[in-house]
Structures are given as C-alpha cells and as structure tokens.
C-alpha cells in the first residue's frame, strides 16, 4: 500500500513556479492602469485644450467628435487627427509672439 501521510512541498519548486506567477500579475495590472489612464484622457479632452500628439506635434484642439479631432498647428491651419494620437494635454500656453528685450550693442562706443 502507497504511503499517504503528509506531502512535502520543496521550497525551491514554490518560489519557481510563484515568482512567474506574480510578474505576470505585475505586468497585467501595469497594462490595466496605463489603459485607464488613456481612457482618462480621452474622456477629458476637449476645445481650446493644448495638446502633444503621439508624434510630437503641438497643437490646440478646435473640434472634437467620437473618433477624431481637429487640431489649429498655426494661425490659419487646422489637421484632422484620430483622436486616439493625442499622448498628453498641455497646460495652456501664452501664444502671444515673443518680444526680444535685449539691448543692441554697439561695438564702436
């Protein structure tokens, strides 16, 4: 008759098979969390935000719909874009045109 009393567990073979178990876990939370992250996103966007595109273009939003956007590049420019390119929302910016404050120097004085 097979013995039947207690079974012994190597430690060695626990920590082999856990230690793929749980970074596996790791990575599908890290998934879960960057994807509601862009669903926050996605939800948030609206007109006149500034925004960077996935391919790093900057632009202001001027319309929005379901599936794509209309982006104003420069005065005057609008793209259309899938709404899924926008990576970030950018504070908004002064678009005034830069004045330049530095005194010309005069080499002969």
């Known amino acids: 008759m097979p013995h039947e009393g207690n079974v012994r567990v190597d430690p060695?073979?626990?920590i082999l098979f856990?230690?793929?178990?749980?970074?596996?876990a790791f990575m599908f939370n890290a998934q879960r969390k960057?994807?509601?992250?862009?669903?926050?996103?996605?939800d948030s966007l609206s007109v006149g935000q500034d925004v960077?595109?996935?391919?790093?273009?900057?632009?202001?939003?001027?319309?929005?719909?379901?599936t794509a956007v209309i982006l104003q590049i420069a005065a005057g420019v609008q793209?259309?874009?899938?709404?899924r390119a926008i990576a970030t929302v950018t504070p908004a910016a002064?678009?005034?045109?830069?004045?330049?404050h530095a005194t010309p120097t005069n080499p002969e004085s």
């Open 12 to 14: 060695a073979s626990l």
């Open 18 to 24: 856990a230690v793929p178990i749980l970074l596996i």
């Open 34 to 42: 960057r994807q509601r992250a862009f669903s926050r996103l996605q």
């Open 52 to 66: 960077v595109t996935t391919s790093g273009m900057f632009a202001r939003i001027v319309e929005i719909d379901d």
């Open 79 to 83: 793209v259309r874009w899938d709404r």
């Open 94 to 100: 002064n678009h005034a045109t830069p004045t330049n």
